[in-house]
């Protein structure tokens, strides 16, 4: 039996379909030892991870190698002085060690706070300063190391420093270190309550809102591995993410191993999707989540046989349909859209049990109360579009939504006005009970008397094969108020030119209603990013 079960109770349909999902824990839950090291006592030889990089290495570990690796790296912490609360940065990129201290950090009830290798000397510094982080560990690729010590030099703070597997000026090997630790560590007790997780958001505007999770933010994510993802006990699970995003905590950890399921970890650089596959095809991945953008490449380039493949799943931006229908029709899998945030788990997704239709967020998931309101904070009727909130039970609060904005009570109380969490995003439910995206209400464009959510207009644009990558964005219109513009990268054999762009309004216009046709074109050979590569609108809409 899997483990998940213990800690929760399920109601299930005779389709498959999940109804309803309740958690039960203990007030002490923690991950590291009441899942990584009891399934480890039970059956150790079982596989946890399955890690390969791009230069042919391979490593496979069990659940007995997780328990006694970060049981090593959890003395090493201690031995320095890490402990409950304090928290800790890990740069790991998708190096192995990252599951390891992951683990570790969690047993000691220290705070974990993943970042991603892409960071700036200056969002170092954000971070540091902001979090007040004990200690980093990181990679010795990219010129992380030179650039946190930068960091820190800049922000006058000090940090335990450790790097992996290589030797680095300033650095302690951790890689090293570990091998002469205890392979034993008593339980130190801490609160299923306490936190356990920060994540800085990427955000479009402002500065990176710190995001606190308690030591259940796991348990939430059983809906994400066995209804979403359909990751399966002793099945391989392979998620497209970098472990400095929360996406990596979704797809490559805490839902997959409560469920049983091993996760597999390439541990690349640059994006290649005949290198994808051929790692599915080798290792016999049966279930694979990647954003769109993959997808995207994959049916572009050419998809492969994936014979032990049994489900595909995508989330983060929105799915161009045309990418849907190639995917499906070349492998047989429909490409399960799923939606959430970084302050939550998932929150809708097209879930096992029900038929994956493109374009479409799915159905909420049974483990929250979720509704569409208007600004009247009453809920929509069918077709009309409203903010999507959860509504909390009678404790008001939710295992899997945020505890805290880190050093931001204002904004904090402010998303949950009312009583409820706003999420900030736009959406509309059809008669079928389908929940559809229409936008960020700050990217919603008003034109004409009408309310145009961006991604209607993108999914459109990304049929014509010229663009490679696309925005859609409302600026300034003396008839319309705002006028409907589109931000286009064209792909390889495409240049830009008059003609190329009447082409293309005219081919989407004539699949769009009126008061969505695009008015104007502008071609650029870069977007404004994020750090997690999400297209920066605001950026986009103060250029002229």
Same mark, same amino acid.
């Given at each position: 039996?899997?483990?998940?079960?213990?800690?929760?109770?399920?109601?299930?349909?005779?389709?498959?379909?999940? /109804?309803?999902?309740?958690?039960?824990?203990?007030?002490?839950?923690?991950?590291?030892?009441?899942?990584?090291?009891?399934?480890?006592?039970?059956?150790?030889?079982?596989?946890?991870?399955?890690?390969?990089?791009?230069?042919?290495?391979?490593?496979?570990?069990?659940?007995?190698?997780?328990?006694?690796?970060?049981?090593?790296?959890?003395?090493?912490?201690?031995?320095?002085?890490?402990?409950?609360?304090?928290?800790?940065?890990?740069?790991?990129?998708?190096?192995?060690?990252?599951?390891?201290?992951?683990?570790?950090?969690? /047993?000691?009830?220290?705070?974990?706070?993943?970042?991603?290798?892409?960071?700036?000397?200056?969002?170092?510094?954000?971070?540091?300063?902001?979090?007040?982080?004990?200690?980093?560990?990181?990679?010795?690729?990219?010129?992380?190391?030179?650039?946190?010590?930068?960091?820190?030099?800049?922000?006058?703070?000090?940090?335990?420093?450790?790097?992996?597997?290589?030797?680095?000026?300033?650095?302690?090997?951790?890689?090293?270190?570990?091998?002469?630790?205890?392979?034993?560590?008593?339980?130190?007790?801490?609160?299923?309550?306490?936190?356990?997780?920060?994540?800085?958001?990427?955000?479009?505007?402002?500065?990176?809102?710190?995001?606190?999770?308690?030591?259940?933010?796991?348990?939430?994510?059983?809906?994400?591995?066995?209804?979403?993802?359909?990751?399966?006990?002793?099945?391989?699970?392979?998620?497209?993410?970098?472990?400095?995003?929360? /996406?990596?905590?979704?797809?490559?950890?805490?839902?997959?191993?409560?469920?049983?399921?091993?996760?597999?970890?390439?541990?690349?650089?640059?994006?290649?999707?005949?290198?994808?596959?051929?790692?599915?095809?080798?290792?016999?991945?049966?279930?694979?989540?990647?954003?769109?953008?993959?997808?995207?490449?994959?049916?572009?380039?050419?998809?492969?046989?994936?014979?032990?493949?049994?489900?595909?799943?995508?989330?983060?931006?929105?799915?161009?349909?045309?990418?849907?229908?190639?995917?499906?029709?070349?492998?047989?899998?429909?490409?399960?859209?799923?939606?959430?945030?970084?302050?939550?788990?998932?929150?809708?997704?097209?879930?096992?049990?029900?038929?994956?239709?493109?374009?479409?967020?799915?159905?909420?998931?049974?483990?929250?109360?979720?509704?569409?309101?208007?600004?009247?904070?009453?809920?929509?009727?069918?077709?009309?579009?409203?903010?999507?909130?959860?509504?909390?039970?009678?404790?008001?609060?939710?295992?899997?939504?945020?505890?805290?904005?880190?050093?931001?009570?204002?904004?904090?109380?402010?998303?949950?006005?009312?009583?409820?969490?706003?999420?900030?995003?736009?959406?509309?439910?059809?008669?079928?009970?389908?929940?559809?995206?229409?936008?960020?209400?700050?990217?919603?464009? /008003?034109?004409?008397?009408?309310?145009?959510?961006?991604?209607?207009?993108?999914?459109?644009?990304?049929?014509?094969?010229?663009?490679?990558?696309?925005?859609?964005?409302?600026?300034?219109?003396?008839?319309?108020?705002?006028?409907?513009?589109?931000?286009?990268?064209?792909?390889?054999?495409?240049?830009?030119?008059?003609?190329?762009?009447?082409?293309?309004?005219?081919?989407?216009?004539?699949?769009?209603?009126?008061?969505?046709?695009?008015?104007?074109?502008?071609?650029?050979?870069?977007?404004?990013?994020?750090?997690?590569?999400?297209?920066?609108?605001?950026?986009?809409?103060?250029?002229?």
């Amino acid at each position: 039996m899997s483990i998940y079960k213990q800690y929760c109770n399920e109601i299930i349909d005779e389709t498959g379909r999940l /109804k309803k999902i309740t958690l039960t824990y203990p007030d002490n839950f923690n991950f590291g030892y009441d899942v990584v090291d009891k399934i480890a006592d039970e059956t150790p030889d079982k596989r946890a991870l399955v890690w390969c990089n791009v230069e042919g290495e391979e490593h496979i570990f069990s659940f007995a190698d997780i328990k006694k690796y970060s049981n090593q790296m959890a003395n090493v912490f201690r031995s320095a002085g890490i402990g409950h609360g304090d928290r800790v940065m890990l740069v790991l990129k998708r190096h192995y060690e990252y599951w390891f201290a992951a683990v570790a950090l969690h /047993k000691l009830g220290a705070v974990m706070i993943p970042a991603t290798h892409m960071l700036t000397v200056s969002d170092f510094v954000y971070r540091i300063k902001s979090s007040g982080a004990k200690a980093i560990i990181c990679t010795t690729q990219n010129e992380v190391p030179q650039k946190i010590t930068a960091a820190l030099k800049e922000s006058g703070m000090t940090a335990k420093l450790w790097c992996v597997q290589q030797k680095t000026d300033g650095f302690e090997n951790l890689t090293a270190a570990m091998k002469y630790a205890s392979k034993e560590l008593e339980r130190i007790e801490s609160s299923a309550a306490d936190p356990m997780m920060l994540y800085f958001t990427s955000g479009t505007t402002g500065y990176p809102k710190g995001v606190i999770h308690e030591h259940t933010y796991p348990l939430a994510h059983i809906v994400t591995a066995k209804y979403w993802h359909q990751a399966e006990d002793n099945g391989l699970h392979f998620t497209v993410a970098e472990t400095g995003w929360a /996406k990596a905590s979704w797809g490559k950890i805490y839902g997959q191993w409560l469920i049983g399921s091993a996760v597999m970890v390439y541990d690349f650089d640059n994006f290649e999707p005949k290198q994808l596959t051929a790692v599915i095809n080798r290792y016999g991945v049966t279930s694979f989540c990647a954003p769109p953008t993959v997808y995207r490449y994959l049916v572009r380039k050419g998809i492969p046989d994936m014979p032990t493949l049994k489900h595909a799943a995508t989330a983060g931006e929105m799915l161009a349909p045309e990418v849907f229908r190639k995917f499906t029709e070349r492998t047989g899998l429909p490409l399960c859209e799923g939606y959430g945030q970084t302050e939550t788990t998932l929150l809708m997704a097209n879930f096992k049990g029900y038929d994956a239709v493109e374009g479409s967020m799915g159905t909420p998931s049974p483990f929250y109360n979720i509704e569409l309101r208007g600004k009247n904070g009453q809920a929509v009727g069918i077709g009309e579009i409203g903010e999507v909130v959860i509504i909390p039970d009678e404790s008001g609060k939710h295992p899997g939504v945020f505890t805290a904005y880190l050093n931001n009570e204002e904004q904090y109380d402010n998303v949950w006005r009312d009583g409820v969490y706003h999420t900030g995003d736009a959406a509309y439910m059809d008669e079928n009970g389908r929940y559809w995206f229409h936008g960020r209400f700050d990217d919603i464009i /008003k034109t004409g008397g009408f309310r145009v959510g961006p991604y209607e207009v993108e999914n459109v644009l990304m049929e014509h094969p010229a663009v490679l990558e696309c925005s859609v964005i409302g600026v300034p219109d003396p008839l319309r108020g705002q006028a409907i513009k589109a931000v286009i990268v064209l792909d390889a054999g495409y240049t830009p030119s008059t003609e190329l762009e009447l082409e293309i309004k005219n081919f989407c216009n004539q699949k769009l209603a009126e008061y969505k046709w695009i008015r104007r074109i502008e071609f650029t050979t870069e977007m404004p990013k994020t750090i997690s590569e999400k297209i920066q609108k605001t950026v986009l809409r103060s250029q002229k």
